[in-house]
T-cell receptor, first 111, second 115 residues
Framework: QKEVEQDPGPLSVPEGAIVSLNCTYSNSAFQYFMWYRQYSRKGPELLMYTYSSGNKEDGRFTAQVDKSSKYISLFIRDSQPSDSATYLCAMRPGSARQLTFGSGTQLTVLP | NAGVMQNPRHLVRRRGQEARLRCSPMKGHSHVYWYRQLPEEGLKFMVYLQKENIIDESGMPKERFSAEFPKEGPSILRIQQVVRGDSAAYFC?????????????FGSGTRLTVV
């Protein structure tokens, strides 16, 4: 079993829809949680980060962490075609610097 | 302020040759991380370095792979005697010495193709 599980999709939604992306994990030591966006043939770009449980909002993006369920989510409101990319969740324990990534969810927002 | 610079962007090597991938961290960043991404997979941690020190190489294959981050110059990931299975995208990330509790800045990657 992988430490971090992420539905690979692909996920296709119409422009303006609310998108929900999720990851589950098994390592209870994970404390820092991140979401990266990766366009085709590009490097990952940090979108959101959260420490421990709770919500964080930045513009159209909201990240949620539920440590009791070992479940994290990223919501995208008013999705745009430019949001079409692969979304990767990542996390790490407080004691280590290396990140453990999910396999990524491919999102397409149709105009 | 330039981001993390990786070169070359694309690298083609024949089986048995050596591949050298270079990474210059962001200005002011002294921590470098290498990750490998296989097709349709997420990024896998390989090695974490500071200047002149390997801090954690738990993700590095035991043979043929090595990494360094010298006092001067970029970090180098070296793959000796490449095989087809080494074909992947290799990403470098960097973070500052302090206050790096969250995400890191990634470069655009080097895509290695072994023929």
């Amino acid at each position: 079993q992988k430490e971090v599980e992420q539905d690979p999709g692909p996920l296709s939604v119409p422009e303006g829809a609310i998108v929900s992306l999720n990851c589950t994990y098994s390592n209870s030591a994970f404390q820092y949680f991140m979401w990266y966006r990766q366009y085709s043939r590009k490097g990952p770009e940090l979108l959101m980060y959260t420490y421990s449980s709770g919500n964080k909002e930045d513009g159209r993006f909201t990240a949620q962490v539920d440590k009791s369920s070992k479940y994290i989510s990223l919501f995208i409101r008013d999705s745009q075609p430019s949001d079409s990319a692969t979304y990767l969740c990542a996390m790490r324990p407080g004691s280590a610097r290396q990140l453990t990534f999910g396999s990524g969810t491919q999102l397409t927002v149709l105009p | 302020n330039a981001g993390v610079m990786q070169n070359p962007r694309h690298l083609v090597r024949r089986r048995g040759q050596e591949a050298r991938l270079r990474c210059s961290p962001m200005k002011g960043h002294s921590h470098v991380y290498w990750y490998r991404q296989l097709p349709e997979e997420g990024l896998k941690f390989m090695v974490y370095l500071q200047k002149e020190n390997i801090i954690d190489e738990s993700g590095m294959p035991k043979e043929r792979f090595s990494a360094e981050f010298p006092k001067e110059g970029p970090s180098i990931l070296r793959i000796q005697q490449v095989v087809r299975g080494d074909s992947a995208a290799y990403f470098c990330a960097s973070s500052p010495t302090r206050g790096s509790g969250y995400g890191y800045t990634f470069g655009s990657g080097t895509r290695l193709t072994v023929v």
